[in-house]
């Protein structure tokens, strides 16, 4: 399958046919990788898709398709991949090298980074690509919601209202304003946790119920999240969180580790 593993020394014997020679092991890669994900081998292994990968974008440093798909069969996990998010992120990097006006390939190692739960770095190459010639309008919003679900709602607010004065789509701005009220949603129930916390001080037990903070003096009214919906209180434990049928559910924070 690899009887050449330097893509020094494959590039050097291709002389004048590296284009047709790359497409030759990018063929031999796919049928190396469905092979193997279709084996039922119990000891299957992935170990000759990066050198595969490395000689085909070094044959052709402008094979958009390798880098971009090479790099998901690498992350994906195993047995459907190798399971090997660090080498598929090198990859990207190696096409980045090769081609640093693509958009796409910030893209994509932001997409493996928020695959595998890393919303703020995630966030980062979002932004990268976003700031990118011919990038779309939408990864500025996504590099947004990654920060919000990575616990850095300050940032998060900040991007988000500079969009909402900046953004020529009615839509965006539309997008802008809902996750706003999401991120006041986020606060009000920090705030309220704490209050849960400081009425189980002084009681012993959380607070069953909204009046029960009332009656102490705690809280005025019944609060609600951004979308105007009662937000919901565990009376085992004080939790507050936003009803499943609010328009605010679920809160971007929800989705972070």
């Known amino acids: 399958m690899l009887y050449v593993s330097s893509p020094r020394l494959i590039a050097r014997l291709a002389l004048s046919y590296k284009a047709v020679l790359s497409d030759l ?3 031999r890669l796919v049928q190396y990788y469905g092979g193997t994900r279709l084996s039922r081998d119990p000891h299957k292994n992935y170990d000759l898709l990066y050198p595969l990968l490395d000689l085909t974008t070094s044959l052709d440093p402008q094979f958009s398709i ?3 798909f090479g790099a998901f069969f690498l992350a994906e996990p195993p ?3 190798a399971g090997r998010s660090d080498q598929a992120v090198a990859l990207l990097h190696k096409a980045m090298a090769a081609n640093p006006t693509r958009w796409e390939y910030p893209h994509d190692v932001g997409f493996l980074y928020y695959r595998d739960g890393d919303y703020v770095r995630a966030a980062d190459w979002f932004r990268r690509a976003a700031a990118m010639p011919g990038a ?10 990654m920060l919000a679900a990575g616990g850095q709602t300050d940032t998060s607010r900040m ?3 500079n969009l909402l004065a900046s953004a020529d789509q009615q839509w965006i ?3 802008a304003q809902f ?3 999401q991120l006041d949603t986020v606060d009000e129930v920090r705030v309220l946790e704490r209050v849960t916390a400081a ?7 959380p607070p069953a119920r909204w009046g029960d903070l009332i009656g102490a003096g705690m809280l005025r009214r019944v609060p609600v999240d951004g979308g105007g919906t009662p937000l919901v209180l565990d009376p085992r434990t004080g939790a507050v969180t936003v009803d499943s049928h609010s328009p605010m559910w679920p809160l971007p924070t929800q989705q972070g580790r």
Do not use: F, S
């Open 199 to 205: 009425y189980r001080r002084q009681t012993g037990r």
């Open 173 to 175: 701005r539309d997008v």
């Open 66 to 68: 390798a880098y971009r």
């Open 179 to 181: 996750r706003l009220r």
């Open 136 to 145: 779309p309008n939408w990864l500025e919003p996504v590099a947004a919601v």
């Open 25 to 27: 092991y990018w063929i």
């Open 79 to 81: 047995p459907g991949g």
């Open 159 to 161: 991007l988000w209202r």
